[in-house]
């Protein structure tokens, strides 16, 4: 019979994350300018925030207008990826999974190396209780971006609930590596529980002492 692990207070998953503005490319002083640059410049009263750096500023506040402007950037085909994958945060917020489950895939279509929507979609299936999913999109969120150190701690979690010990020990020592002490030592009751239940179940007579 197969053991039930008893996950800590501390050991629930961490939550969706939010894209925020990719940094722009930062130009090198040293390089030569192959065309005279105008001495006048000509001042604009508009906004000096894209349609989505807009919707980031209202969505940080928890300000409803932010769905809105999200898709009047996908619309503006600005960070068409990333206002998809805030778009489904807030939907899945709501309580609409299927609205959320559609805009993290329509990220993920539009770049499929999409991290965030990787690790959002997988912690949508999660929610759902559908574990092979939410693996198969946290391993992939992991591959895309390996400093990211929530996926590794929620990709644990569900390795662990598929009985996959031996290799939740190690990603969640992949966690503990990203991360400050502090944090580290919030996984330590967790990862002391894998030990012991890999141990039981190559020893057997280990579970019954």
Request: charged share 20%; aromatic share 10%; proline share 4%.
């Amino acid at each position: 019979m197969g053991q039930i692990l008893k996950f800590p207070a501390r050991a629930s998953k961490f939550g969706y994350k939010r894209v925020r503005k990719r940094a722009k490319v930062v130009e090198n002083p040293d390089q030569l300018h192959l065309f005279a640059q105008p001495a006048a410049q000509i001042l604009s009263f508009a906004s000096p925030l894209s349609p989505f750096e807009q919707a980031l500023m209202f969505d940080e506040r928890g300000d409803l207008k932010a769905a809105e402007l999200y898709v009047q950037a996908i619309e503006g085909q600005d960070c068409v990826a990333d206002a998809y994958c805030n778009l489904g945060i807030i939907e899945s917020q709501k309580g609409s999974t299927t609205k959320a489950f559609d805009c993290f895939t329509t990220s993920l279509k539009h770049n499929p190396r999409h991290s965030e929507a990787h690790y959002n979609l997988g912690n949508l299936y999660f929610e759902l209780n559908d574990f092979r999913l939410a693996q198969i999109h946290y391993e992939m969120a992991a591959e895309v971006d390996p400093s990211f150190a929530n996926v590794f701690f929620n990709l644990a979690l569900v390795q662990s609930i598929n009985n996959e010990l031996a290799a939740a020990i190690g990603t969640l020592t992949k966690y503990q590596e990203l991360v400050s002490a502090d944090e580290a030592r919030n996984a330590e009751e967790l990862l002391h529980n894998l030990k012991r239940l890999l141990a039981a179940a190559k020893n057997p007579r280990l579970s019954s002492t």
